[in-house]
Each structure stands twice: as C-alpha cells, then as structure tokens.
C-alpha cells in the first residue's frame, strides 16, 4: 500500500517521530478516533467506513483515504459500495476529488487488495 502514496516514508518518519515524543498524545488521540468509530452512534461499520471514505476524499488525504478503503473492504463493504461512495462526493466536493479517489480506488483494486 505505501509504495503508492506519495512522500510515504516521510508520512511514516514523521509519525514514529511523533510517538516517539508525544506517545501519551499519541495514545489518547487513537483511543478518541476508536471510541467515537465504535461508540459514537448507532451508525454500523461499513457506514461508518463508507463516510470515512467520502471525508477522506473531499479532504483529499490520501494517505487516509487508503487505509479507509482497505479496512471498509475488510469489513465487508463492496467494492460497489465504496465506488458509489466515491461518486457522491462529487456534487458537494467536486468532480476533481471524486475523481483522484476513485483513481486511489482503482488502484487498491489492481493491486488486489
């Protein structure tokens, strides 16, 4: 998956550094993220995946829109499912950002995974 994201190595570099320094921040920023994902609502998980998808691409991360894809494919999303995800996003965000995520997509697919 990294070998397709742009400046991956530094994303990761700067991560470990941020851990490394700031591991008590580190730690209550992922246990924020888990417990609003999985306590947050009554939304299910492949929603809940599936809007992650659409915020990562209209704010064109696309280091996290990856990771989203990959896990809402792991928990059962379609790849239907997620295309058409995709192309909701381009009457609010616009047809570029669809566009570039469905290029990322596309090449998760590819790489079969």
């Known amino acids: 998956m990294d070998e397709y994201i742009e400046n991956s190595d530094v994303i990761e570099k700067n991560l470990k550094y941020f851990i490394e320094n700031h591991g008590e921040i580190y ?30 691409t209209d704010c064109q991360n696309e280091y996290s829109l990856r990771t989203h894809i990959l896990k809402a494919l792991k928990c059962g999303c379609t790849k239907e499912e997620i295309e058409h995800t995709l192309l909701l996003v381009a009457p609010t965000s ?14 998760i697919i590819d790489q079969g995974k």
């Not at 246990?31 to 990562?56: C, M």
């Not at 616009?94 to 090449?107: A, N, Q, S, T, V």
Request: charged share 30%; aromatic share 12%.
């Open 94 to 107: 616009g047809f570029p950002k669809m566009m570039r995520g469905l290029l990322i997509f596309r090449e």
């Open 27 to 56: 730690d209550s920023y992922e246990t924020f993220g888990r417990l609003v994902h999985e306590k947050g609502g009554p939304l299910d998980e492949k929603t809940r995946w599936l809007i992650k998808i659409a915020l990562s």
